[in-house]
């Protein structure tokens, strides 16, 4: 089945599903509402894509056509249920699941993929033939003597001249003028430049003189402290990430993740006096950080995913590209402030408060 034919097949039925749909409303025999269709059944369009994908047969790209025919299949089958409620599986889940059969799926098809059978392509003719048999290359004419040069012709024209002028010493000459005008310029130019520079020079120990004057021996003495915080830094490739099982005292946190969950709890941590910053980055794997209840704490979360729900203190978002941005009430007046920074790719976000 090419992929044109599959194409327009899919379309058509397409069009006549949309066209009955309608035609029932505009007589009566149903009543539904456009938004809310489209809210529950638009992973069918992913559906219709993988479909297309898995059927349409094309020489140069079939493994790729397969490849996102399923995947497409698999996450339309996905958010259709969610919606429907047939059944409630985290993106996280669902992807930590998908990855693996996804690539066992490629190495089967990679063992038993058909093999090109084309035949190969015939050599191309010679581009030189042999003399026949009635010429012997001995027999070629020899070639024909070069033309004469253009000093020859102007000596048999107007005569050759009595004397040679060498160039090369002429050439010398006129380099040895050159560079006797550029050593001029050169040294004039270089005075110049140090007579400029010997000016920096006393201007600058004027400065610094009246400097000293004016600020007695202390001038420079004095150096800015570096308050910065420790840091501490978590990564996996591939595994679940858990802090806060034990008591410890909290820092400036970087957790980093591939394919896994990450659980922060800083219910047993001992957080500092000031701001202390989190970050944490997943591409598939669900993230949940769980604060303490305090009057004296201030949180403020900065949270974004491509696919997956988020809850986030108390604001909620679910679908694609969410994003939430909140903070717990007189958090500039706390004395203690935790800014934590969430990013997934596919995966949920969940950030509490536990009292």
Known sequence: MKRRFTSQILGGLILIGLGAMFLLRQMGYTDFNIGSLFADYWPVILIVMGVQNVLSTNDHGKGSSLFWGFFYLALGVFFLGRNLDWFYVSAGDFFKLLIPVMLI????????????????????????????????????????????????????????????????????????????????????????????????????????????????????????????????????????????????QLKNTNISQFIGDTVLDLTNAQIPYGETKINISAFVGDIKVYVPEDMNLGVKVNSSSFIGDMQVLEQSRSGFMSSVQCKTPYYKEAGKKVRINVSAFIGDIKIKTVG
Request: net charge negative; proline share 10%.
């Open 105 to 248: 799926g490629g190495g089967l098809y990679v063992i038993f993929k058909p093999r090109n059978h084309t035949p190969p392509v015939p050599p191309s003719p010679p581009t030189f033939y042999p003399p026949g048999p009635e010429k012997s290359s001995l027999d070629v004419e020899p070639p024909k003597p070069l033309e004469s040069t253009l000093d020859e012709q102007f000596e048999q024209k107007f005569g050759k001249p009595e004397g040679k002028r060498d160039w090369n010493e002429y050439l010398q000459k006129d380099d040895e003028d050159e560079d006797e005008d550029n050593g001029h310029i050169r040294s004039s130019a270089d005075s110049r430049w140090q007579e400029k520079h010997e000016r920096h020079e006393r201007r600058r120990q004027e400065r610094q003189e009246r400097h000293a004057r004016r600020h007695g021996e202390w001038h420079g003495r004095f150096d800015d402290g570096d308050d910065s915080k420790e840091t501490t830094h978590r990564s996996a490739f591939i595994g679940d990430v858990h802090m806060g099982k034990d008591h410890f």
